[in-house]
């Protein structure tokens, strides 16, 4: 694993043992404390055999350490945590007042891990860079972590066509686009007297965007064959004497104020204030 450019490897597993006998042949015993006083958590008087610490920075495991946590016996063990596994001799055991917990993460998505433990005697010592994670039998176990660097995903690369290498990228691309909408954007009408009073400003008129254009623009039309013999039969318009009213001479035709329905509302308003008086 990659932090801040430097390959560290992580440990993969923590354990008690009573001695190097006992422990397994990937882990590595911490005999001592960082001052080079004795580890050993179980020495004490009329007790035989001891227990150390032991780690393992093995990469054949899919998990690693992501966090060390020190719980008292009442205490129940946090999501996500498992107790440290036990090499001990026959009838050895590890006080349980105290229970020390890893938290096992896949390597693959870790992005804080676990990279050392050292052990004081309590009260002693501060371990630059490190975190405390408790006090058990007298001494204070460190362990120092280290956040992974995540590779950041590089973007793909462009294809760009060859016939569209001319095709300007920089800001004067922006306003050629402006240019040609506005080429194809539909002349507005004119305005009638009921519409001339209306906000051209209101976003809902602006048809110099893309919406305003139909999808037919630019298609060429054809009348088709069939039809073309009925075409020869057809009657001018000019001869039905029939009178074609632009959208304009029906709205003014037909525009109507409202002056009775007016009148009418104000009257009611004046009774109503009358009889409240």
Same mark, same amino acid.
């Given at each position: ?60 495991? #899919? $998990? ?7 719980? !008292?016996?009442? =205490?129940?063990?946090?999501?996500? *945590? ?9 009838k050895a055991s590890v006080s349980k007042k105290k229970r020390l917990c890893v938290k096992p993460v896949p390597a693959s998505c870790a992005d804080v891990i676990v990279v050392d433990i050292k052990v004081t005697v309590k009260s002693k010592m501060i371990i630059p ?56 954007? #539909? $002349? ?7 519409? !001339?009073?209306? =906000?051209?400003?209101?976003?809902? *008129? ?72």
């Amino acid at each position: 694993m990659s932090t801040h450019g430097r390959s560290i490897l992580p440990l993969t597993g923590v354990a008690w043992t009573s001695n190097p006998q006992t422990c397994p042949k990937d882990y590595k015993v911490i005999s001592n404390t960082h001052d080079g006083s004795s580890a050993n958590f179980g020495k004490g008087f009329g007790i035989k055999s001891g227990y150390y610490l032991c780690y393992t920075m093995t990469t054949q495991t #899919p $998990t690693v350490v992501g966090d060390i946590q020190l719980i !008292s016996e009442k =205490e129940a063990i946090p999501h996500g *945590y498992t107790y440290v596994s036990e090499f001990l001799e026959n009838k050895a055991s590890v006080s349980k007042k105290k229970r020390l917990c890893v938290k096992p993460v896949p390597a693959s998505c870790a992005d804080v891990i676990v990279v050392d433990i050292k052990v004081t005697v309590k009260s002693k010592m501060i371990i630059p860079h490190y975190t405390c994670v408790g006090d058990f039998n007298g001494y204070v176990i460190w362990c120092k972590k280290e956040r992974v660097a995540i590779a950041k995903p590089l973007p793909k690369p462009r294809n760009i066509h060859v016939n569209m290498k001319d095709l300007a990228i920089d800001g004067n691309s922006s306003s050629m686009q402006e240019q040609s909408s506005n080429d194809f954007a #539909p $002349t507005a009408p004119p305005l009638t007297n009921r519409r !001339s009073g209306l =906000e051209l400003k209101d976003p809902i *008129y602006n048809t110099s965007g893309i919406y305003g254009i139909s999808a037919m623009d630019g298609v060429p039309f054809a009348l088709h064959p069939k039809f073309e013999r009925h075409s020869n039969n057809s009657v001018a318009v000019s001869n039905l004497n029939m009178q074609i009213k632009s959208l304009v001479d029906i709205e003014n035709e037909y525009d109507y104020s409202f002056v009775v329905e007016k009148t009418a509302a104000g009257g009611s308003v004046v009774r109503s204030m009358v009889e409240s008086s």
